[in-house]
């Protein structure tokens, strides 16, 4: 009878240990699905909150430079933008491209050089970057196959290991610049904050023009006639007081040369980046897209 009842409760004990174990998992894979499940809707809500903030910061440069002759670093865009939320925060940062030497505007479709070409063989002098380069981007987007001095086309590119064709077009993105004669992964890096794909030319335009409300200095200093002494006067007027169309000649240093740029500079921007970062409980999405102040979507990633 004692073995029996100790054979009894073995069998208990075995029984109530696999109900445990049943029961275990079973709560185990509740709550993974349930956080599965979780993480799924906060990932769908920090997408869609991201995307707003993109919307929201075209309808903001929209209201802001409806009536405004210029775009400045003065500007509320220009300032980043934090939305707390109870379940996460909204951050929007907005940057304009006109400040940027345009890679897309250095040539005319008849082959005869803007004045972005000269701009950029100053900025690549200041950068120590080779001037060559130049020439390679020329190529790469202008719409024949006779290659610059210093430059390539396609019959250079298809005597690479892993060959292929000049795009003889104008460049979608700046990663394109790792597919050109001499741009590898650090002069890229170098080059990037100061060169743009879009303004002008995203408009048709190659006019070459940059708004010297918001380019940096080295964008400033490559302008004609300009050094970064003058660049650096240009930049202290601009941190109070924002640069309106024919104003450039009060600007202390300026007042000879300042005519001439008149017609190599702009005011105001018509393009620009919008990064927006979203974050609902512990997951963040992120969007980059470049707009245009008519609502135009010229780019668009989700990161």
């Known amino acids: 009878m004692t073995g029996e009842r100790g054979f009894a409760l073995v069998i208990t004990l075995i029984i109530s240990a696999l109900l445990v174990a049943l029961a275990t998992e079973f709560i185990h ?120 001095p210093g430059g390539a086309e ?6 690479l290991q892993n060959p292929y064709e000049a795009k003889n077009a104008a460049l979608e993105t700046l990663d394109e610049l790792r597919l050109i004669k001499g741009f590898d992964e650090k002069t890229v890096e170098k080059v990037a904050p100061f060169v743009t794909i879009y303004g002008d030319a995203a408009a048709g335009i190659s006019s070459g023009k940059v708004n010297i409300n918001t380019a940096p200095l080295e964008v400033l200093a490559a302008l004609e006639g300009m050094n970064i002494d003058l660049a650096r006067r240009v930049l202290e007027y601009r941190k109070t007081t924002p640069i309106k169309s024919g104003e450039i000649t009060r600007i202390p240093g300026l007042e000879g040369i300042g005519i001439g740029l008149q017609n190599k500079v702009t005011v105001k921007g018509t393009t620009f980046r919008i990064l927006s970062q979203a974050r609902v409980n512990e997951t963040t999405r992120s969007v980059e897209a470049v707009v245009t102040l008519d609502g135009k979507v010229l780019y668009w990633r989700e990161l």
Do not use: H
């Open 29 to 148: 894979e509740v709550y993974v699905e349930t956080t599965l499940n979780r993480s799924f809707a906060d990932a769908q809500q920090a997408s869609l909150l991201a995307d707003s903030g993109v919307t929201g910061g075209t309808r903001l440069l929209q209201t802001l430079l409806a009536g405004q002759e210029y775009s400045s670093l003065l500007d509320q865009w220009a300032r980043p933008l934090e939305l707390p939320d109870e379940k996460g925060t909204l951050s929007v940062k907005i940057a304009e491209e006109d400040g940027k030497i345009n890679l897309n505007s250095l040539v005319f479709p008849n082959g005869t050089l803007t004045n972005s070409q000269p701009m950029l063989l100053r900025l690549f002098t200041s950068l120590k970057v080779p001037t060559d380069l130049c020439d390679a981007v020329i190529d790469w987007t202008d719409n024949n196959d006779s290659p610059r």
């Open 154 to 159: 396609t019959s250079y590119y298809k005597s």
